[in-house]
């Protein structure tokens, strides 16, 4: 069971959590939490800050008294000793000082700082179970087994993690049974054993990881929605929960910018056959959305729509004669050199359109630079033109249908006046992708919405089946449609 960082926000919250865990008497679960809400935005922003404030004003930032105050509110309101959490909290503060002392925050160091998040709330949160009568134990994942590449803000977990948490979790339980409360988000580099984390989000993949590890029969991830829906709600209130996603859909949806998981978190469910369950804290009586391998698609069109903004789009094209050979490998050969991942392409012989998605980075400050060095390597062999602030729109669901989707969107796009810059399908078979500027993005997001999920695919009324396409008769015009 994996809780979010709203989940455990606050003591009342930590409390409700707490209940829920209770009401499964008859399991022996595993708990992964994220830190506490805010926390490790926080915990970032005294980094930064540390950076040039000075030691001697490093106790003033505001910040840090914000993570103070929450953690030691919480250990009082639940009734817990301050001692839980007082040595993090002055190592935490030594870390700010060495970081205002060195006027730097390397990678390393960053993910270090981000650890007190997680580690504060999992030992607060063991020690009110304990209180409570209900024996549990508390891990540092970067204790526990889960061994990661030195990718610092960014790594990935490596397999020898899997034998590694099954044997200190199995061990553990077998000599001295008591529930396990693991931090999440975090792991251990392999060669230099310092903490590293998973990226933004990087609790779902922790939990999906211990479920593989133990063959868990299933993996539950708490979320403050009612579990995966058809698009954003805060772009479109009327979304809906979606009952049932495969493996590739949800790691597709999460790719593209679903923030309700982990892009990297379906691979270790798919690999070990554990259904996930995306579940509301705040609702739990609501079915939520259940994760598995397979689902019957015959009557699948559309499963949801995903919003992606503040994309960088280039458009390359060959400065030399048509069929240039090992142009697409010069191209992609440059990406790999600058570390720079590529989200969308579409190909031709000597042209390529792709995006690149600079929300990824940590630091804000390096995305013009390596857009810069990007375009200046790519115009050694290639016309650029880039293109920025554009979004990309995915529509996830039955791509064995893309025709109709492709129609219908393109339909809604084009009685709405978007011009859609470029498509792409992906090679998993259930996302195709389109590109928009920014600023029509979240209206395209509502119009198809209501195209693909308010109105009956059935109720189209097909004028002609003659020549190079069909022509449907019912779309809503993006004006009609509010927030």
Known sequence: MKFGGSSVASAERMREVADLIL???????????SAMGKTTNNLLLAGEKAQ??????????????????????????????SSTISKHLLELEQLLNGIALMKELTPRARDYLVSFGEC???????????KLGVKSRQYDAFEMGIITTDDFTNADILEATYPAVAKRLTGDWMSNPAIPIVTGFLGKGWRTCAVTTLGRGGSDLTATTIGKALGLREIQVWKDVDGVLTCDPNIYPRAETVPYLTFDEAAELAYF??????????RPAREGDIPVRVKNSYNP??????????????????????????????DIASTRMLGQFGFLAKVFSIFEDLGISVDVVATSEVSISLTLDPSKLWSRELIQQELDNVVEELEKIAVVKLLQNRSIISLIGNVQRSSLILEKAFHVMRTNGVNVQMISQGASK????????????EQCVRALHHSFFESDLSELVWESRSGNGYAATTTTPLSTLSN
């Open 52 to 81: 040039s404030c000075g030691v001697s004003n490093v106790s003033d930032l505001q910040e840090l008294a914000f993570i103070k105050e929450l953690h030691l509110r919480t250990i009082d309101e639940l009734g817990v000793e």
């Open 285 to 314: 009586k609501a079915p939520g959305t259940l994760i598995v391998k397979t689902r019957d698609m015959s009557k699948a069109v559309l499963t949801s729509i995903v919003l992606k903004r503040n994309v960088t789009m280039l």
């Open 430 to 441: 259930v996302n195709i992708s389109l590109i928009v500027n920014d600023s029509e993005a």
């Open 257 to 266: 910018g679903a923030q309700v998981l982990h892009p990297q978190s379906m």
């Open 120 to 130: 504060m709330s999992t030992r607060i949160f063991t020690a009110y179970l304990n």
């Open 23 to 33: 009401s499964f008497p008859e399991e022996r679960p595993v708990i992964v939490l």
